[in-house]
């Protein structure tokens, strides 16, 4: 079965403290990976993809296959992060399958 | 930078009422989704539609349930009768390499 997990509801963290939001998956073909982030009443904006391994507002997420996770990182947590956090994964007929979301909080 | 946007923000509607949620995708992307979120409840995937026809769609997405694209530019997601469970934020997204989301509608069935 296809699934994505996140097994946080809320993080909570300091600001400049490392942060990681955990995130593993099921699915049995070679999967496409997403972090997307909504912060306090706005719109689901993707913040990353696996496939570009790129870095954006300082975070990152490397795909484990052996794990089967998508976990994602940052090294100094700032106020200005304090989201809601979903992994997705895009099977093979484009739609999205969602974890349950990670409330992140970092407090000054 | 073109969104996708969707409207109306919020609707109270009576149990067994028709709605009809509005979006309007991004003018290049051909591919256009529907997913709700229950609250608390994770995103979850109702409708993919592709050149004027569903190319998937869930099994939440019933008979009750349709979606049209009337006019070349917007696209609707129709409940006939709605019921209380129907009660939900509604996210439409459109898709060129990645789904771009709107910011949804959120509904309230009484």
């Known amino acids: 079965a296809q699934r994505v997990t996140q097994p946080e509801k809320l993080l909570s963290v300091f600001k400049g403290a490392p942060v990681e939001l955990k995130c593993n998956y099921s699915?049995?073909?070679?999967?496409?990976l997403f972090w997307y982030v909504q912060y306090s009443r706005q719109r689901l904006q993707l913040l990353l993809r696996h496939i570009s391994r790129e870095s954006i507002k300082g975070f990152t997420a490397d795909l484990n296959k052996g794990e089967t996770s998508f976990h994602l990182k940052k090294p100094f947590a700032q106020e200005e992060d304090s989201a809601m956090y979903y992994c997705?994964?895009?099977?093979?007929?484009?739609?999205?399958?969602f974890g349950t979301g990670t409330r992140l909080q970092v407090f000054p | 930078e073109p969104e996708v946007t969707q409207t109306p923000s919020h609707q109270v509607t009576q149990m067994g009422q028709e709605v009809i949620l509005r979006c309007v995708p991004i003018s290049n992307h051909l591919y256009f989704y529907w997913y709700r979120q229950i609250l608390g409840q994770k995103v979850e995937f109702l409708v993919s539609f592709y050149n004027n026809e569903i190319s998937e769609k869930s099994e939440i997405f019933d008979d009750q349930f349709s979606v049209e694209r009337p006019d070349g530019s917007n696209f609707t997601l129709k409940i006939r009768s709605t019921k209380l469970e129907d009660s939900a934020m509604y996210f439409c997204?459109?898709?060129?390499?990645?789904?771009?989301f709107g910011p949804g509608t959120r509904l309230l069935v009484l």
């Open positions: 997204a459109s898709l060129v390499q990645t789904q771009y």
């Open positions: 699915y049995s073909g070679s999967p496409e």
């Open positions: 997705a994964l895009r099977d093979n007929t484009d739609k999205l399958i």
